[in-house]
């Protein structure tokens, strides 16, 4: 089983940036047949339902985002290192939540349409979470 850690969350004023890792353990994002997992960030504030942020497809091409962070958030990975970034620029007290990484195939990804690109539920493997917290 793929097992995923997140880092680099912390407390940020308004407007602050952070940059969020996900990383590999265990096991290399590779899938089979020269396929990679697809990884999405997901984050969940309390009392609220986990929300898709961004997920990127296996070969980084394909990049989607939700519309309360586009502009200010970007995906990348670095498959030589196992390790998929979030980006977070112009953080907004509402971003506060605790960030997770999640990963599925990439090929079972391809199939998705934009909108399920961002759903929870298309993820099977999950990190701990890292808090973000952003405030004065």
């Known amino acids: 089983q793929l097992l995923l850690a997140e880092s680099g969350g912390g407390l940020v004023q308004p407007g602050g940036s952070l940059r969020l890792s996900c990383a590999a353990s265990?096991?290399?994002?590779?899938?089979?047949?020269?396929?990679?997992?697809?990884i999405g960030w997901f984050r969940q504030a309390p009392g609220k339902e986990r929300e898709g942020v961004s997920s990127?497809?296996?070969?980084?091409?394909?990049?989607n985002y939700a519309d309360s962070v586009k502009g200010r958030f970007t995906i990348s990975r670095d498959n030589a290192k196992n390790t998929v970034y979030l980006q977070m620029n112009n953080l907004k007290p509402e971003d506060t939540a605790i960030y997770y990484c999640?990963?599925?195939?990439?090929?079972?990804?391809?199939?998705?349409?934009?909108?399920?690109?961002?759903?929870?539920?298309?993820?099977?493997?999950w990190g701990q979470g890292t808090q973000v917290a952003v405030s004065s």
């Open positions: 999640a990963a599925t195939p990439a090929d079972w990804y391809q199939t998705l349409d934009q909108t399920m690109t961002l759903d929870p539920a298309n993820f099977d493997s």
């Open positions: 990127i497809s296996g070969s980084g091409v394909s990049r």
């Open positions: 265990g096991f290399t994002l590779v899938h089979s047949s020269s396929n990679y997992y697809a």
